[in-house]
C-alpha cells in the first residue's frame, strides 16, 4: 500500500507547471493555468545604501483550496527555495519562514497514529531575505537582485511550480522605504514566531523524546513545528503540566513513507504554537541540544523480570544457529575427556564460564561508553556487528575453523579445543577462548529472544546495567559450569569413538552457515555491490587452509613444509586484506533517460555506466578507474554519476543501448551540455577518467 501512495503522489509531483502571474503591479498577466500560483518578488526599500541591509521577500498568493509548504512540510512534499544570483560583494542571509498552518495531509498513513502537514495558504506565504550591500557600492549605480525561485502547490494533486524574477534597485547615499509595500512586510513579520522569555530541554530517554518547557504560566492547544523531519508531524501533542514544566512527547522516525531515510540530528530547533490567557501565541524554539535524561534505578520487583528475562535468554542461545557449532565443540571436548581428571574437567568448565563473562563485560563496557558518549543515542545488544573490521574478523574465524573441522587442514586441537588434550595449558586457553567465542557469535541471535529484556537494560543505570548482562552471561554458560561442578554428568554423554570424525564433519556446515550469515551481514555494511571481494576473500583463504593442510605434514620434505607455510600465510593475510580493503568511491544515482534529461537541462554533466553485476570487466573497471583523484574531480566538476544496471533484464536499458549502438556491455558515456555525447573505450583508467573529465568539463558552478 505504501508503495502504491507512493508512487501515486511521486507521479502527481511530477507534472510540470508553469508559474502563475506576478502579484506586484505592471507585471500582472493571464495565468496559463488558473489553478497557478501568483508570485512576486518585493523590495521593503525603494534603493539601496553602500554597506546596509535591506529586506526583499518571495510573496506567493495561492487559489482556493491550494497550499504551500513550510521548511519542514511535514511529509515528503518540497518546501519554497530560493537561490540568489546576486551582484560581487552582496550577501544573502537566510530565509525567515513565517508560523504555517498546522492542517490535516492531502494522505493520511495511518489513521491510528494521524499526522500533520505544515502549510501556507491563500497570501500567507511571505518569505523575506535580509540581503546585504557591500560597503564599496558606488553610489547613483543600479543594482540587478536575481531569484531563482521553486516551490509545490498541492489540493488533491500536487505541481510544481518555478520562476525568475529579478528586481532593479538605484544606489543612493540613504535607503529609502517602499511605502507600496511596507505594510505587507509588516504582516509578514508579525506573521512569523517570536523570540520568547520561555527556555526549552529535549531529554531522551529509551529512544523517545520530550520538549520540556519552563516558564509558562498556562498552555493548551500546543504543536511543536520541528525544523526537522525526523519529529513525526504528531496530531497529537498535547502538552500536560509536570510541576513548573509543560512536557510535550515527540515521537521519532527514521524515514518517510517514500522510503527516503531521514538522518538523526543531534539538535532540534522550530516553533512552538500554543494558547494562554493573552490568546493565540507563536514562538521561535531556538537550536537546542538532545540530551540523555537521567535513568531512575528500577525497584527490585521491576528489576527482577529483566534479570530472568536475561539470564533465561542467554540459556536458551545454547540452541541457536549462531552458537551451537560453538557449544559443539565444547561438547565434544567433554566426550573426549570423559572418564579422565574430574579436576580438569571442572577447571575447564570453569574457564568457559570465565571466557564468557570476560567479553560479555569488555562487550557491554564498550556498550555502556558509547552510550554515554552518545548522550543516549538508541544503541542494541549486537550492536559490534556494525563495525565491519568486527564482522570480517569473525567471518573469516568462523570459515577457517568450519574448514579445520571439515578435515581440510589440522592446526593442533589446542588453540580450539576440538578434541586433543585439553589437559594441558593450551588446552585451558582454548576453553577460555571457546566460552569468549561463543559470546561474539551469539550475540546476532539474541534479538528474537532478549528483546525486551535488553531494551529494558540498556537504559539502566551503570550497576544494574552491568548486572543484568553479568547475568545473561551466566545463562549462556551455566549448562557447562554444570557438567564442571558435577562430573558425572559427563557419563552419560556418549563414548568416545568413530562417530566423532562424523559429528566434527558434521559440525563444520553449522559453521559455514554462520560464515554465510556473517557475510550477509558484512555485504549489507560495505554496500552489495562491493560483496564480490570478501567472496573471492574466502575462497583465498580456502585456498591458503588447502596448502597448508595439503603439504605442510611432517610426511613431507622440510623445505616443501616451509614454503607451503609461507605461501599459506601470504595467501591468508592476502584474502583478509582483500576482503576489507572497500573504497566507497562514487556515489551512483539509478538511470532514467528523465533523469539525464533533468541534469543536462539544468547545466549538469551526466556520466552514465551501463552495467551488471554478470560483467566481469565492469567490476575491473570499478576497481581500478575510480581512483580517490577522479572521485574528487567529479565532485568538483559537478558530475553526477548514474548506473544503468542490467543485472536483470531491462527493455529501457537496452533500447538505450540500441541508441548508442552498442549491445555488448562495459559501455560508459559522458554527457556534457552543449556538447556531443562522448563513449568511452571498454577499458577504463585513472589516468584516462582524470583526462576526460578536465578537457570536456568546467569547474562546478554549482553555488555552496
Keep these: 500500500m505504501r508503495a502504491l501512495i507512493f508512487g501515486l503522489v511521486t507521479t502527481l509531483l511530477a507534472q510540470a507547471q508553469i508559474p502563475g502571474i506576478p502579484a506586484v503591479p505592471g507585471l500582472s498577466s493571464e495565468p496559463k493555468n488558473p489553478d497557478a500560483s501568483t508570485y512576486a518578488l518585493l523590495s521593503e526599500v525603494k534603493s539601496i545604501a553602500p554597506g546596509q541591509k535591506f529586506s526583499v521577500a518571495l510573496a506567493l498568493t495561492h487559489q482556493e483550496g491550494w497550499h504551500s509548504y513550510y521548511k519542514n512540510p511535514g511529509g515528503i512534499e518540497d518546501s519554497p527555495s530560493i537561490t540568489w544570483k546576486l551582484p560581487a560583494g552582496f550577501q544573502a542571509g537566510e530565509m525567515q519562514w513565517p508560523t504555517p498552518h498546522v492542517a490535516d495531509p492531502a494522505f493520511q498513513m495511518d489513521e491510528a497514529n494521524p499526522e500533520k502537514a505544515y502549510t501556507y495558504s491563500n497570501s500567507d506565504g511571505f518569505f523575506i531575505t535580509e540581503i546585504t550591500a557591500p560597503a564599496d557600492l558606488k553610489v547613483g549605480s543600479t543594482v540587478t537582485i536575481i531569484a531563482v525561485a521553486k516551490w509545490q502547490i498541492c489540493k488533491e494533486s500536487c505541481v510544481n511550480e518555478k520562476a525568475v524574477i529579478s528586481l532593479e534597485l538605484p544606489v543612493a547615499a540613504a535607503a529609502e522605504i517602499d511605502p507600496t509595500h511596507q505594510d505587507a512586510f509588516t504582516k509578514g513579520r508579525a506573521d512569523q514566531p517570536k523570540a520568547s522569555d520561555l527556555t526549552f530541554e529535549i531529554h531522551k530517554s529509551s529512544g523517545s523524546l520530550q520538549l520540556l ?166 544503541f542494541g545488544w549486537g550492536y559490534q556487528l556494525q563495525n565491519k573490521w568486527v564482522v570480517l574478523g569473525l567471518m573469516m574465524l568462523m570459515f577457517i575453523m568450519a574448514l579445520n573441522l571439515f578435515g581440510v587442514f589440522e592446526i593442533g586441537t589446542s588453540a580450539t579445543s576440538v578434541g586433543g588434550n585439553l589437559q594441558n595449558k593450551q588446552g585451558l586457553s582454548g576453553s577460555f577462548f571457546s ?191 575510480y581512483s580517490d583523484e577522479v572521485v574528487q574531480l567529479m565532485k568538483e566538476r559537478g558530475i553526477v554519476a548514474l548506473k544503468a544496471d542490467k543485472t536483470k533484464a531491462d527493455p529501457k536499458i537496452e533500447a538505450a543501448l540500441d541508441e548508442l549502438g552498442r549491445t555488448a556491455i562495459p559501455v560508459n558515456v559522458l554527457y556534457v551540455p552543449g556538447k556531443d555525447l562522448i563513449i568511452t573505450p571498454e577499458v577504463l583508467t585513472s589516468d584516462y577518467l582524470l583526462k576526460l573529465f578536465r578537457e570536456n568539463t568546467e569547474e562546478s558552478k554549482v553555488e555552496k
Design 213 to 378: 518547557i519552563s516558564g509558562a504560566q498556562a498552555m493548551t492547544n500546543t504543536h511543536f513545528i520541528s525544523d526537522h523531519k525526523m519529529i513525526m508531524p504528531s496530531a497529537n501533542m498535547n502538552a500536560r503540566a509536570e510541576g513548573d514544566v509543560f512536557l510535550i512527547d515527540l515521537k521519532t522516525r527514521k524515514e518517510l513513507f517514500s522510503g527516503e531515510t531521514i538522518q538523526p540530528s543531534e539538535n532540534l530547533s522550530g516553533i512552538l504554537t500554543f494558547s494562554d490567557s493573552s490568546g493565540k501565541r507563536s514562538v521561535r524554539v531556538p537550536s537546542t541540544a538532545i540530551v540523555k535524561a537521567p535513568a531512575p534505578p528500577l525497584a527490585f520487583a521491576k528489576f527482577l523480570p529483566v534479570l530472568l528475562g536475561m539470564f533465561f535468554g542467554g540459556l536458551i542461545l545454547n540452541l541457536m544457529p549462531c552458537v551451537f557449532p560453538v557449544i559443539g565443540i565444547k561438547i565434544l571436548g567433554f566426550v573426549q575427556q570423559a572418564g579422565q581428571d574430574k579436576k580438569k574437567i571442572i577447571l575447564h568448565g570453569v574457564l568457559f564460564t570465565l571466557g564468557v563473562l570476560v567479553s560479555f563485560w569488555i562487550l557491554s563496557g564498550i556498550l555502556f561508553a558509547a552510550r554515554q558518549a552518545a548522550g543516549g543515542e538508541e
Design 435 to 625: 566460552g569468549f567465542l561463543a559470546t561474539m557469535v551469539a550475540t546476532p541471535c539474541s534479538g528474537p529472544f532478549l528483546g525486551a529484556a535488553i531494551g529494558a537494560a540498556i537504559v539502566l543505570p551503570p550497576v544494574q546495567f552491568f548486572t543484568a548482562f553479568t547475568v545473561m552471561a551466566l545463562g549462556l554458560s551455566v549448562p557447562y559450569l554444570l557438567m564442571s561442578i558435577f562430573p558425572k554428568l559427563v557419563d552419560y554423554l556418549p563414548r568416545p569413538g568413530a562417530w566423532m570424525e562424523t559429528f566434527k564433519q558434521g559440525m563444520s556446515f553449522l559453521l559455514f552457515a554462520t560464515t554465510g550469515y556473517l557475510l550477509w551481514i558484512y555485504a549489507g555494511i560495505i554496500d552489495l555491490d562491493h560483496a564480490l571481494k570478501p567472496i573471492l576473500g574466502l575462497s583465498i583463504v580456502a585456498l591458503a587452509c588447502w596448502i597448508y593442510g595439503r603439504w605442510t605434514g611432517y610426511a613431507k620434505p622440510k623445505k616443501t613444509r616451509l614454503i607451503a607455510s609461507v605461501l599459506a600465510l601470504a595467501l591468508l593475510v592476502f584474502g583478509i586484506f582483500f576482503s576489507g580493503h572497500i573504497k566507497q568511491g562514487v556515489t551512483w544515482e539509478t538511470w532514467s533517460e528523465e533523469r539525464v534529461e533533468e541534469l543536462l537541462e539544468e547545466d549538469t554533466p551526466v556520466f552514465v555506466d551501463f552495467t551488471a553485476k554478470w560483467c566481469a570487466l565492469c567490476q575491473v573497471n570499478k576497481g581500478n578507474a
